[in-house]
């Protein structure tokens, strides 16, 4: 990744046209071929860019551009739509180059296999007296996240989610409707478990008699006490 700040100007022509008048800005130009120009405020987002695929081209600025105190121009254009950024470049107080390697991107916390098996662990969350059967319990159509029995050792089937949302509940709908047609399984109760439930999807859940749980995943890594809690 090449660092470049610099006072310029920058021009955008191609779908709509767009101009920076002349400032102090950071040039990010990444190895994918894209360049960001961001300025000192803005969050993460740049003023201009130029997405890949693209091509990068240094020209020599013409007599009236030198005069005018242009060192150095970029012109920086993308070969699907022909669209073009042109960046003059006046004076640059910054230039560097990093060799990143391979990102192993972003991991997020609360996914839905880490609350599985924080549920597994945890399944009294589910009331008392229920006890785990297993987790990714096998179906024609897929594996059901945990197959558990309740305090009565009925079946029940829990879908997990980390927003919960309509789709999340007709998938638990089509578990169902296979588990219960299994003489060793039925009856089965659906719990649908999620860190934040969709008021749609709850009213539907509800509405075809599946449990709704809410999830507090800091909680259940013992991150947060909820008992303790004022609010």
Not at 16 to 26: Q, V
Not at 43 to 51: D, G, Q
Not at 102 to 111: A, E, F, T
Not at 149 to 154: I, M, N, T, V, Y
């Amino acid at each position: 990744m090449r660092l470049v700040i610099a006072t310029c100007s920058v021009d955008y022509a191609g779908r709509l046209s767009a101009h920076l008048p002349l400032a102090k800005r950071l040039l990010m130009l990444k190895s994918d071929g894209s360049i960001l120009v961001h300025s000192d405020g803005g969050s993460y987002k740049p003023l201009n860019w130029m997405s890949p695929p693209c091509s990068i081209t240094v020209q020599e600025p013409d007599a009236d551009q030198a005069e005018a105190g242009i060192t150095e121009l970029w012109k920086v254009t993308q070969k699907k739509t022909d669209d073009v950024l042109v960046v003059s470049l006046y004076d640059i107080e910054h230039d560097s180059a990093h060799e990143l390697g391979i990102d192993p991107g972003l991991v997020k916390d609360g996914v839905e296999a880490h609350l599985q098996k924080l549920l597994a662990e945890q399944i009294d969350l589910l009331g008392d007296g229920h006890t785990l059967v297993r987790r990714e319990y096998m179906t024609a159509i897929g594996p059901v996240d945990i197959l558990a029995r309740d305090s009565a050792g009925a079946s029940v089937a829990v879908e997990i989610k980390r927003r919960g949302d309509i789709d999340g509940v007709e998938q638990l709908t089509r578990y169902l409707e296979l588990m219960n047609r299994d003489p060793h399984l039925a009856p089965v109760q659906g719990v649908f478990a999620a860190q934040e439930i969709k008021p749609q999807a709850r009213t539907l859940a509800l509405d075809r008699g599946i449990r709704c749980v809410t999830l507090d995943y800091d909680a259940m890594r013992g991150l947060d006490d909820a008992d303790s809690r004022l609010f």
